[in-house]
């Protein structure tokens, strides 16, 4: 059984593929991209009238590291994108696309570990600077 399907273009639901890009192609809106979530990951096409089109996907990782997002590594063309949206849409498997597409970004836990270490270093840093100060106005003022 496919999980459920969500399609949106720039942010607003739409009822389906067809739909998304009948809006892309006509660039009736500025944010001219289309998303497609089924399940924990995604698929996302971009792009304006007769292109170039760009598309990125998103799995959510198994061992509960975040969401990771793999670029379609150039460009595509308008059968292109069609052909990726419906296979997906149809429920392919795209977790090969992780050993080809180039990964982007996304939310991922540990870069959010690494993050809180950034800071909590840096304050260590200004910490230690302040006290250097500090001591240095005091010890002048002694003197």
């Known amino acids: 059984m496919l999980n459920s399907i969500k ?9 389906g593929l067809e739909e998304c890009l009948a809006l892309i192609k006509t660039g009736k809106k ?6 497609c979530e089924r399940g924990s990951s995604f698929f996302q096409g971009s792009g304006y009238g007769e292109g170039p089109y760009y598309c990125e996907m998103g799995f ?6 975040g969401t990771k997002v793999y670029e379609y590594p150039e460009e595509v063309s308008w059968d292109g994108l069609l052909d990726i949206a419906r296979r997906f849409e149809g429920g392919e498997d795209f ?8 990964c982007t970004d996304g939310f991922d836990k540990s870069n959010e570990k690494a ?3 950034r800071v909590i270093g840096g304050l260590s840093v200004l910490w230690l600077i302040g006290m250097a100060v500090a001591g240095y106005v005091i010890f002048y003022m002694k003197g």
């Open 7 to 15: 399609w949106s273009y720039a942010g607003d639901p739409c009822s």
């Open 30 to 35: 500025h944010d001219g991209f289309f998303l």
């Open 60 to 65: 959510e990782e198994l061992n509960g590291a």
């Open 95 to 102: 977790s090969q696309s992780k050993d080809h597409w180039k």
């Open 115 to 117: 993050g809180k270490r």
